[in-house]
């Protein structure tokens, strides 16, 4: 393994960098389950979303859904995977599709990434290829850094017809911690599709 140095702390956690080229950081955080991305993510009243729609925002306020240029969050069609449910919004945006598409956003269902904090991404982009090793299983994966928010690796989202509740879910995975490293390689911008290959996870 590369030599590193402590670059900084960030509330708490540090993050190193790693010396040589190419550079990049290595950090250890928790795990949670997270939907955003995923076309049934979010949905009205009367939808079997994934997530809790107080999770996406309220009316006048919405942050983790798409809306018109009026602030009324789009709503998929009938040709759209979900109809009737909103379109969930990720940093990481595929502009060959509309802002009304689902699929202009990363699905957290199929594609695992990691959300780094809005305020500091420590050198990384949005696109940039990483690997995420589970230290209590031993599995890892490649990852995307797809998403600007609270410094999480993002599992992809667990269906709610797994064992417990949502929150149940969430709490173990929080409890989860996992080793975060940074090639500084990018893999997805702006107009290109997302890498097939990043959806499975290997083992050590």
């Excluded at 939907?35 to 729609?53: F, H």
């Excluded at 040709?79 to 599709?97: A, E, R």
């Amino acid at each position: 393994m590369s030599e590193t140095t402590l670059l900084k702390t960030f509330k708490g956690t540090e993050i190193y960098q790693t010396l040589g080229e190419p550079s990049g950081i290595i950090f250890l955080a928790g795990m949670a389950i997270d939907a955003d991305g995923a076309p049934n993510a979010y949905g009205p009243e009367g939808t079997d979303a994934l997530d809790y729609l107080a999770n996406a925002g309220s009316p006048g306020d919405w942050w983790g859904i798409a809306c018109d240029s009026s602030g009324e969050p789009y709503v998929q069609k009938v040709y759209h995977p979900y109809p009737g449910y909103y379109v969930s919004t990720t940093s990481l945006q595929n502009s060959q599709f509309p802002p009304e598409n689902p699929d202009s956003n990363l699905n957290s269902v199929e594609i695992p990434f990691i959300v780094l904090p809005t305020t500091d991404s420590f050198g990384c982009e949005i696109g940039d290829l990483g690997l995420v090793y589970n230290l209590e299983t031993g599995d890892n994966m490649y990852v995307i850094v797809g998403d600007l928010g609270p410094m999480w690796v993002k599992r992809p989202f667990v269906q709610r017809s797994a064992p417990g509740s949502r929150t149940a879910i969430r709490r173990k995975a929080a409890r989860t911690r996992a080793l975060f490293t940074w090639c500084g390689r990018k893999v997805a911008k702006a107009g290109s599709r997302w890498i097939s290959g990043l959806r499975k996870p290997t083992r050590s």
